[in-house]
């Protein structure tokens, strides 16, 4: 147990440590999970304009957007030659496509005559025609028709290229990543803790069972912090406090590797704001049944657990031999907090894939074309059932915004909890924009991450403004710390 202080930084709810939580785990946790750190990032209050401000969301789009590695789709969805999908961010947008070379290449998605978007679906195809006059550029991005070629010699004598611009593009066990920088480091490097720690979770062992995306009404960071952080889960999703150590969560930065942190938050433990102690076997039937609902499992009937189990070896054993049988694939070695815990990656500045089994989802968050909109993608990556070939991967449901999660098929009871998570946003982006107070009170620990990818941002701009020459001034009113109230 730890003491309740107020150290800035240092204090902890009541209730055990996720580290102390793994010891008890009935097999071996992975390594990854020991390897945790949290430094203190300090107590800064963070401007509102940094959710609401045109001038800032720019500054993001050149120095963060244009710079960093982006989740962009899987291998396994652009196998053949052809075949592609469309990436879009704030107003930029790439097509990822297989060249009829077998190489990936992510191609700027605007017409080089004068600028049509040239593809808006994922598909597959030989050649792009620009619907306006008919340029057309084949699966390798060159040029290969244009409409009265005689009178466009800047084109044809060699004194313009003719490939469609391309962004660099980076491919990690199954993952395709893009970077519109193509001085940009290259993505090992970029993403080194990530790789190191997924080596125990082989994301190319799974395929995407179920992908969807939804246009949310507020900025691409309102969007990203509601994943972030356990804070919320009191009062968003009273329904899973029983079982859920959400002020226990583990919040992890890595000095060494500032792009990559982690968000752990267990489960089959009682929340630490339930003032009385729950009985092991309240913990474990409130969970089963919760988890009956929302990992869809058919036998929904409330459970009877024996007196004097352990709530989480209990749980996790439930789940272990339910999940072996759903997804024909033998988890007897997972260890109970894989099969159990909430374990959130986080790549700056805006992928996030769970390890774990019990929950393989893969969070992305893109901005919109205004401050005001974001784009949330949701995707579930299930173990490959054993012996079997990888299935091909589900198609994206695209929602539109007055949709609601449980209309994409395959999304079941998980919808619930994502209905709670979003149906605050757009509130949260109308009172960012007013002026009583200016600036958003992160807590010192729980929120500690939240301020990390703001100074994370400002440090990305900084180095763009005085890599180009400009001054800060841009960025000074909306920094994190701005004195502004
Ligand atoms: S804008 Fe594309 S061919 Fe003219
Ligand atoms: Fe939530």
């Known amino acids: 147990m730890t003491a309740i202080d107020n150290d800035p930084g240092v204090s902890h709810s009541r209730g055990a440590k996720v580290q102390e939580i793994l010891k008890t785990d009935t097999r071996p946790v992975p390594k990854a999970f020991l390897d945790f750190a949290s430094p203190y990032v300090g107590m800064e209050e963070v401007p509102k304009s940094r959710f609401t401000s045109p001038e800032f969301a720019a500054l993001e789009?050149?120095?963060?957007?244009?710079?960093?590695?982006?989740?962009?789709?899987?291998?396994?969805?652009?196998?053949?030659?052809?075949?592609?999908?469309?990436?879009?961010?704030?107003?930029?947008?790439?097509?990822i496509i297989r060249g009829k070379d077998g190489l990936i290449r992510a191609l700027h998605n605007a017409c080089m005559h004068r600028g049509t978007r040239l593809a808006d679906d994922e598909g597959r195809v030989d050649s792009f025609m620009c619907p306006f006059h008919g340029w057309e550029w084949d699966n390798k991005g060159d040029l290969v028709n244009v409409p009265g070629s005689w009178d466009f010699p800047q084109f044809l004598n060699g004194s313009k290229p003719t490939c469609l611009p391309q962004a660099k593009v980076a491919t990690w066990d199954g993952l395709v990543f893009i970077n519109f920088d193509l001085e940009a480091k290259p993505f090992h490097e970029y993403a080194a803790k990530m790789i190191d720690h997924f080596r125990e979770f082989p994301l190319s062992k799974r395929y995407k069972a179920f992908h969807a995306v939804k246009e949310v009404d507020c900025n691409w960071k309102v969007l990203m912090e509601a994943f972030s952080e356990g804070y919320h889960v009191l009062v968003t999703h009273p329904q899973i406090v029983a079982f859920c150590g959400d002020e226990n969560s583990e919040y992890s930065i890595y000095p060494d590797n500032p792009e990559v942190s982690r968000f752990f938050n267990p489960f089959g433990v009682q929340s630490p704001h339930?003032?009385?102690?729950?009985?092991?076997?309240?913990?474990?039937?409130?969970?089963?049944?919760?988890?009956?609902?929302?990992?869809?499992?058919?036998?929904?009937?409330?459970?009877?657990?024996?007196?004097?189990?352990?709530?989480?070896?209990?749980?996790?054993?439930?789940?272990?031999?339910?999940?072996?049988?759903?997804?024909?694939?033998?988890?007897?070695?997972?260890?109970?907090?894989?099969?159990?815990?909430?374990?959130?990656?986080?790549?700056?500045?805006?992928?996030?894939?769970?390890?774990?089994?019990?929950?393989?989802?893969?969070?992305?968050?893109?901005?919109?074309?205004?401050?005001?909109?974001?784009?949330?993608?949701?995707?579930?990556?299930?173990?490959?059932?054993?012996?079997?070939?990888?299935?091909?991967?589900?198609?994206?449901?695209?929602?539109?915004?007055?949709?609601?999660?449980?209309?994409?098929?395959?999304?079941?009871?998980?919808?619930?909890?994502?209905?709670?998570?979003?149906?605050?946003?757009?509130?949260?982006?109308?009172?960012?924009?007013?002026?009583?107070?200016?600036t958003v009170t992160y807590a010192s620990y729980m929120e500690g991450r939240l301020r990390h990818f703001h100074k994370m941002l400002d440090m990305y701009i900084e180095e763009g403004l005085r890599a180009d020459g400009k001054s800060l001034d841009v960025l000074d009113p909306h920094r994190v710390g701005a004195q502004l109230d």
């Open 274 to 438: 339930i003032v009385e102690t729950l009985s092991e076997e309240t913990i474990a039937e409130e969970f089963v049944a919760f988890s009956s609902r929302s990992r869809g499992y058919a036998d929904q009937t409330r459970p009877e657990v024996p007196a004097g189990v352990e709530a989480r070896a209990y749980v996790a054993e439930t789940f272990r031999e339910r999940m072996s049988a759903m997804f024909r694939a033998n988890l007897d070695n997972y260890s109970d907090s894989e099969i159990l815990d909430a374990v959130l990656y986080h790549l700056f500045p805006a992928f996030a894939p769970w390890a774990g089994i019990g929950q393989p989802l893969m969070y992305r968050w893109r901005p919109g074309r205004t401050p005001d909109t974001a784009f949330m993608d949701v995707i579930r990556m299930v173990a490959v059932p054993d012996n079997e070939p990888k299935p091909d991967p589900a198609p994206t449901a695209r929602l539109r915004r007055e949709q609601r999660w449980i209309e994409a098929p395959g999304m079941a009871g998980l919808a619930d909890v994502f209905e709670q998570d979003m149906s605050n946003l757009p509130f949260v982006q109308q009172g960012l924009k007013s002026t009583g107070k200016k």
């Open 61 to 95: 789009k050149r120095y963060v957007w244009m710079k960093t590695w982006q989740f962009a789709c899987l291998e396994d969805e652009i196998k053949e030659p052809g075949s592609h999908v469309v990436y879009d961010v704030a107003d930029e947008s790439l097509i």
